[in-house]
């Protein structure tokens, strides 16, 4: 039985990994497709048909591209830097409700890797051991854009991470659970938490993107002023760590955003699918109503990355503390006091 | 780090100590430029800063000089056109419009109507791809890509109407002494009608994502302001002066090729800063588009050039299969031409600004001293001006409003 379950868990977590990297690989593709429908062009349409084939060429690029080395004191930093940007992107995956639970083989197969009671705590955990990958990076580049970038995204993560853990604080006080798998499955039928908490969803949407760095949040690395921020000195393999690790951490808060918010694997209609066809398909199709959820909000990442300008350094700041915390402050008392009546209503 | 290479007598040096001293902060020096993205070009700026926050800022041109003033002194006047298309590449036309005009200036010259009408649709155009370009890249340099390919497009769209005019798109070294090579093909009018057709819900389109966008605003409003009386002492013209408030335009001041037949205005603006820089640019497109919309209705017929043997080109035909034709082509290109002895100065409203022709001859068949008046280069002398005590992304925006344009930075 222990067996079973070993050999369970890890089919699993090869399948999570395979479709996050998937999904990364394909995201760089949709991102040049997106922009280039936004942008009027073609977008790229050589490698493969419709450019399919495009992200395996971009990765073999980066392979066979030099393996530059900055004048630096500390190579050993140098190479962790991506390393780690690459790894805690990744390691957010494992306790992510993906679905219900499948009976297969007269088993029940829980489609999660770990359903830690802590779960919500490990993610932000995870989190802001990613902002390190980036700072070390840009630190041990030696150049001064790459300080700049790398100062830019450590002190934005910190500012957003605070405003971050106080818009989930009202959703733990609502569900009163920190496993993501019980606020999964709680918001069955139309009990999506993004009807219950809107302006918790919008503070989280909000600082997902300044904890993925993209724009208008992507000072880090800002082309136009940094020249590419943290990953200036960056070339080959290193270079696509950081470029991949943020496409993974992009799907990975999509994911996030969805279940935390969007009722996960939920749908309208479940409980009639479930009486009509049974447990198993009605889970099956949750796990793709997940999906085109995660797409959405990565076509909504991308919607705005290629829409709006982005913010300056000090008015970042302002946004972070003056506007995002307060609100989520405030928002904390307002479910406090809602939660308090309808308690003594009971 | 690099600060290390800073020899001890320059005046950074003295201010990093002094800063040191005083309350033991670090100043850096970050070199922006010679190759970075934001400098659109070459150029470099040496700042000082203090974390994000510029306190000091040297600018430094020269990456680029081609020593187009002395070449021009050993070339006749028809040699002298490629030069002129090199100097603003994103307005070539209005260049090489504004050269022509001097040198009918300085032989006594009166050209046709249609010219001096088809003159102001081509210059206005040129204007437009000018604005284009330093509209949306102020928003690539903010961070929104988008527009800037979005209205590209349209900027390829009058490269096509250049090349039917003069079968060259960036550097286009068009038309001829008193008129153009030869007249407008019906094809380049369709293609101007259908820019004017199209362009305006284009524009519209762009102004709508940038111009109320709170984080363009905030990004842009009080960020590089120049007050005017600073700005007229720098010797600031063109849409970077207007923003400042000031309503000097040389097409209208000092009207030539006919611009006093049309009816446009001068859009102002307040503070000087880049947000006013952008929407006076962006209004100017839609008065552009005004000029030309007239220009092309009242377009007259006639000559495609004034009849001056002397200076203008004998047609191809003639030139391979007549001998006086010949002769001709080979004395007006290598400068055999009857030129006054006089001094002239004559400006055009540019793309950024007045662009001037100072040009003097002795009589010879090259100029005795030809200075270009570039307003790039006047400009970017009150850059480090303007961004003193602004933060790092201030200055990308401000330089990139300002519109420094690297070939008429050098000359």
Known sequence: MDQAIIIEKGIFIVVIFAITMLFAMYETLAERKIAAWFQDRVGPNRAGKGGILQPLADGLKLFSKEEFFPNTENRFLFIAGP?????????????????????????????????????????????????????????????????????????????????????????????????????????HGWRWNVLYQPVGFI???????????????????????????????????????????????????????????????????????????????????????????????????????????????????????????????????????????????? | MSD??????????????QRQNEDGSELSILNLGPTHPATHGIFQNILLMDGERIVDGEGTVGYIHRAFEK?????????????????????????????????????????????????????????????????????????????????????????????EICGARLTTNMGRIGGFERDWSPATFKKINDFLEDFPKVWQEFENLLMR???????????????AEKAISYGFTGPNLRAAGI?????????????????????????????????????????????????????????????????????????????EALIYHFKIVMGEIPVPKTEVYHAVEGGNGELGFYLITDGSRTPFRLHFRRPCFIYYQAFNDMVRGQMLSDAIATLSSLNVIAGELDA
């Open chain 1, 83 to 187: 390393a780690i940007s690459m790894t805690t992107a990744l390691m957010t995956s494992a306790v992510i409700p993906w679905g219900d639970k499948l009976t297969l083989f007269g088993r029940d197969v829980i489609l999660q890797a770990t359903d830690i009671n802590i779960g919500m705590l490990y993610v932000f955990g995870v989190l802001s051991v990613g902002v390190y990958g980036i700072m070390i990076g840009g630190w041990a580049s030696n150049n001064k854009f790459s300080l700049m970038g790398a100062m830019r995204a450590s002190s934005q993560m910190i500012s957003y991470e605070v405003a971050m853990g106080l818009a989930i604080i009202c959703l733990v006080m609502m569900t009163g659970t920190l496993s993501l798998g019980e606020i999964a499955a709680g918001q």
């Open chain 1, 203 to 346: 503070i989280f949407l909000v600082c997902s993107f300044a904890e993925t760095n993209r724009t208008p949040f992507d000072l880090a690395e800002c082309e136009a002023e940094l020249i590419g921020g943290y990953h200036t000195e960056y070339s080959s393999m290193k270079m696509g760590f950081y470029l991949f690790a943020e496409y993974a951490s992009m799907f990975i808060s999509s994911t996030i955003l969805a279940v935390l918010y969007f009722g996960a694997y939920n749908y309208p209609g479940m409980d009639w699918v479930e009486s009509v066809a049974g447990a198993n398909i009605a889970n099956i199709i949750g796990i793709f109503v997940l999906f085109a959820k995660i797409c959405f909000f990565i076509f909504f990442y991308m919607w705005v990355r290629w829409t709006i300008p982005r913010f300056r350094y000090d008015q970042l700041m302002k946004l972070g503390w003056k506007m995002l915390i307060p609100l989520a402050i405030a928002n904390i008392i307002v479910t406090g006091i809602i939660i308090l009546l309808a308690d003594q209503n009971l």
């Open chain 2, 4 to 17: 290390l290479l800073l020899p001890p007598e320059h005046r950074y040096a003295k201010m990093i100590e």
């Open chain 2, 71 to 163: 070449i021009a002194e050993n070339r006749p006047f028809y040699q002298i056109t490629p030069l002129t298309d090199r100097m603003n590449y994103c307005s070539s036309p209005i260049n090489n419009m504004g050269w022509w005009m001097t040198l009918e200036k300085v032989l006594d010259i009166e050209v046709p109507k249609r010219v001096q009408y088809l003159r102001v649709i081509v210059m206005e155009l040129a204007r437009i791809a000018d604005h284009i370009i330093c509209n949306s890249v102020l928003g690539v340099d903010t961070g929104a890509l988008t527009g800037f390919l979005y209205v590209f497009q349209y900027r390829e769209k009058i490269y096509e109407i250049y090349e």
């Open chain 2, 213 to 227: 966008n709170r984080i363009f605003m905030d990004r842009t409003i009080d960020v590089g302001p120049i007050s």
């Open chain 2, 247 to 323: 309503d000097y335009d040389v097409r209208v001041m000092q009207p030539y090729s006919s611009y006093e037949d049309f009816e446009f205005d001068i859009p102002v603006g307040k503070s000087g800063d880049t947000y006013d820089r952008f929407c006076v640019r962006s209004a100017e497109v839609w008065e552009s588009l005004k000029i030309i919309k007239q220009a092309m209705d009242k377009l007259p017929e006639g000559p495609f050039h004034a009849n001056v043997p002397d200076y203008y080109l004998p047609p191809k035909e003639d030139v391979y299969n007549n001998m």
